[in-house]
Nanobody
Framework: QVQLVESGGGLVQAGGSLRLSCTAS????????MGWFRQAPGKARAFVAA???????YYGDSVKGRFTISRDNGKNTVFLQMNSLKPEDTAVYYC???????????????WGQGTQVTVSS
């Protein structure tokens, strides 16, 4: 069983930055696809970013050029660096893990509890 715990959310002004972390226990992440999703109030959960076990990255169109996904396999942790934040980035951000190739759909095997990110205008 894999447990994912996110941290790093908070309140930030538009144009600011935050870095989210997701630490896994129960399984090494080095051979696992990791993803970040977000869910804004009243909206469906949406793909943000993913990284394959080989290090290939994928991003949703709305965050390309602003967000960066990375991982530290030694610490079993994946990160989401968020720059130039906008009010529309406000959401609960979820970390997820799955076997196999990255997916933009929420067909991941394991999920964290989520961390709130609020961007004020």
């Amino acid at each position: 069983q894999v447990q994912l715990v996110e941290s790093g959310g908070g309140l930030v002004q538009a144009g600011g930055s935050l870095r989210l972390s997701c630490t896994a226990s129960g399984r090494t992440l080095s051979r696992t696809t990791m993803g970040w999703f977000r869910q804004a109030p009243g909206k469906a959960r949406a793909f943000v970013a993913a990284m394959s076990s080989g290090g290939t990255t994928y991003y949703g169109d709305s965050v390309k050029g602003r967000f960066t996904i990375s991982r530290d396999n030694g610490k079993n942790t994946v990160f989401l660096q968020m720059n130039s934040l906008k009010p529309e980035d406000t959401a609960v951000y979820y970390c997820a893990a799955r076997q196999g190739a990255p997916s933009v759909y929420d067909n991941y095997d394991y999920w964290g509890q989520g961390t709130q990110v609020t961007v004020s205008s």
